[in-house]
T-cell receptor
Framework: NAGVTQTPKFRVLKTGQSMTLLCAQD?????MYWYRQDPGMGLRLIHY???????AKGEVPDGYNVSRLKKQNFLLGLESAAPSQTSVYFC???????????FGPGTRLTVT | QQQVKQSPQSLIVQKGGISIINCAYE??????FPWYQQFPGKGPALLIA?????SEKKEGRFTISFNKSAKQFSLHIMDSQPGDSATYFC?????????????FGQGTELSVKP
């Protein structure tokens, strides 16, 4: 039981490049979330999903897109990376909105 | 109104002392207040959580105190240990609304000196 896994762990992008971050969970959770963590700002929600095939915007959705084609996977895409997107990205999942969110180990992204 | 304000930003405590971290919120619709603990290089993990219908919740050395009228809640770590050194985040959400989204505080970096 791996819990929540994220791929890749580290990535360096040049401005304007695109990439996809993959989150996978093996707990059969319905809800999945993408957060970014920046120094002094806590974690901020980018997008979330309440079930397979659904997505919704969080606090800071601009510049990101997401997809939830399979229940166990939640993808975060950056179409044209900007230096302001340099951050640590965390994925989380929960069985239901009333339950604990389990976080993955994070992806450290640097955009130069 | 969606913000959660956390203080202090950093905290140094001697082993055996009490660590206290405070959070304040504005939105009275919040109905779930968890605290997360994060070690370097790891994702946050739920430590303890409280609903607004109780004023205090204790789990081992960790206690949440909740003041609904003041819209404040705090984490107390009794008998602090070096292994408690981590970053702590308070959060708030409206469980039955908006998909259980968590609004996090800015974080407190706790260092417990031996």
């Amino acid at each position: 039981n791996a819990g929540v896994t994220q791929t890749p762990k580290f990535r360096v992008l040049k401005t304007g490049q695109s990439m996809t971050l993959l989150c996978a969970q093996d707990m059969n959770h319905e809800y999945m979330y993408w957060y970014r963590q920046d120094p002094g700002m806590g974690l901020r929600l980018i997008h979330y999903s309440v079930g397979e095939g659904t997505t919704a915007k969080g606090e800071v959705p601009d510049g990101y897109n997401v997809s939830r084609l399979k229940k166990q996977n939640f993808l975060l895409g950056l179409e044209s990376a900007a230096p302001s997107q340099t951050s640590v990205y965390f994925c989380a999942s929960s069985y239901d909105r009333r339950y604990e969110q389990y976080f993955g180990p994070g992806t450290r992204l640097t955009v130069t | 109104q969606q913000q959660v304000k956390q203080s202090p930003q950093s905290l140094i405590v001697q082993k055996g002392g009490i660590s206290i971290i405070n959070c304040a919120y504005e939105n009275t619709a919040f109905d779930y207040f968890p605290w997360y603990q994060q070690f370097p290089g790891k994702g946050p993990a739920l430590l303890i959580a409280i609903r607004p219908d109780v004023s205090e919740k204790k789990e081992g050395r960790f206690t949440i105190s909740f003041n609904k009228s003041a819209k404040q809640f705090s984490l107390h770590i009794m008998d602090s240990q070096p292994g408690d050194s981590a970053t702590y985040f308070c959060a708030a959400s409206m469980i039955y609304n908006q998909g259980g989204k968590l609004i996090f505080g800015q974080g407190t970096e706790l260092s417990v000196k031996p």
